[in-house]
């Protein structure tokens, strides 16, 4: 028996077209996709798939270093000052915080900066509960919490008490020194950091006081 030849129908766009000009089209079924086609063509679709998820983890990944602290994973800076700026716009008052620790260097040069990593941490871990917290570098951390001016000392009584406490599990002993300032709605956000920095800078270590 011969083979079927495929179906065509000649298609005449004008009946005044000649047939020589007519159009042909092949109703003809493609072929059946092979069970290597399927498997390649499965293959790529899930290779294009890892590729996006990788993308959008490294963009992700990007994003966070550019945001996050690697150390202590509090907000950078730059983000930490983008927080505070959008809570004084929204109206949303509150008090500046700023600590510093005294001879991290120090603590790093005699134990290593294992040690210095174990003393951020555990600032950050105090400050963060309590609000908004950043490392703006080095040594400093900041807090933005939301609380009135004259809650301010109360605040800096209890982060200290819990410093003290907390390195103490840890066998260390550093002193920090806080500064605040308010920071009432509409107030720029570097220019109440830099009030608290300052009251940071007019503070003395305990023993400098007790030696006074």
């Not at 600590?99 to 600032?123: F, K, P």
């Not at 800096?156 to 500064?179: N, S, Y």
Request: charged fraction near 20%.
């Amino acid at each position: 028996m011969a083979a079927q030849e495929p179906t065509n129908i000649r298609l005449a766009f004008d009946a005044g077209v000649p047939a020589e000009r007519t159009t042909a089209v092949d109703l003809a079924p493609p072929p059946a996709m092979s069970a290597l086609d399927e498997a390649e063509a499965a293959l790529l679709k899930e290779t294009e798939a890892r590729v996006h998820a990788e993308a959008r983890a490294a963009q992700a990944a990007l994003e966070r270093a550019a945001t996050t602290d690697e150390i202590t994973g509090l907000l950078t800076r730059a983000a930490w000052l983008a927080a505070a700026r959008e809570k004084l716009e929204a109206g949303r008052a509150g008090v500046v915080l700023v600590a510093d620790v005294q001879g991290l260097r120090t603590l790093d040069e005699r134990h290593g900066y294992a040690a210095g990593n174990v003393v951020l941490c555990e600032l950050a871990r105090i400050l963060g509960r309590r609000g908004t917290a950043g490392r703006l570098g080095g040594d400093e951390l900041a807090l933005w919490a939301p609380i009135s001016p004259a809650e301010a000392q109360a605040l800096a009584a209890a982060v200290h008490a819990d410093v003290v406490a907390g390195l103490a599990e840890r066998g260390v002993a550093v002193e920090v020194l806080l500064g605040s300032a308010p920071a009432p709605v509409g107030a720029d956000a570097h220019a109440v950091l830099h009030a608290a920095t300052a009251a940071v800078r007019q503070a003395q270590p305990a023993n400098a006081q007790r030696a006074a």
